[in-house]
């Protein structure tokens, strides 16, 4: 019998470091155990991550990203998925899990979401990520 375990599955999320609405979801959220450890990675820095999300052409100012094993999600997709792998403990994560939990829902909601971020960052004097821009 071997003693050997299958090797955790490796999340990566990619979300705005000074958004303070982005800070404080992520420090809130608790995933399952059976996720596996999830590396948090400020997109306004210089990152691997980063520089494939802009390979792939994923606009960081209209989502956060959420790549799990090889594949990337992005904005309400990515929200979703992090709903479906809540804990559900505490207020606010039961919360984001029942009005994530539905792929439509989520869709209707997200775009909302990112409004508000995008108000909130005009409000505080802050630039956009603009991964995107051509160097």
Same mark, same amino acid.
């Given at each position: 019998? &071997?003693? @050997?375990r299958?090797p955790?599955p490796?999340m990566?999320m990619?979300?705005?470091g @000074?958004?303070?609405?982005?800070?404080?979801?992520?420090r809130? @959220?608790?995933?399952?155990?059976?996720?596996?450890?999830?590396?948090?990675v400020?997109?306004r820095q210089?990152?691997?991550?980063r520089?494939?999300l802009?390979e792939?052409?994923i606009?960081?100012?209209e989502?956060?990203? +959420?790549?799990i094993?090889? @594949?990337w999600?992005?904005?309400?997709?990515? +929200?979703?998925?992090?709903a479906l792998m809540?804990?559900? &403990?505490g +207020? %606010?994560?039961?919360?984001?899990a029942? +009005? %994530?939990?539905?792929?439509r829902?989520?869709a209707r909601l997200?775009?909302w979401?990112?409004?508000?971020?995008?108000?909130?960052?005009?409000?505080?004097?802050r630039g956009?990520?603009d991964n995107?821009?051509r160097r």
């Open positions: 019998m &071997s003693s @050997q299958t955790r490796t990566t990619v979300y705005d @000074q958004c303070p609405m982005c800070r404080r979801f992520v809130l @959220q608790r995933l399952r155990r059976d996720v596996g450890e999830l590396e948090l400020d997109a210089e990152s691997a991550a520089r494939e802009s792939r052409g606009d960081l100012d989502g956060f990203a +959420l790549r094993g090889e @594949q999600v992005h904005g309400g997709e990515a +929200l979703h998925r992090l809540s804990t559900g &403990s +207020l %606010f994560n039961r919360t984001m029942r +009005l %994530f939990a539905s792929p829902r989520t997200y775009p979401l990112c409004r508000g971020r995008s108000i909130l960052l005009r409000l505080l004097g956009p990520i995107l821009r």
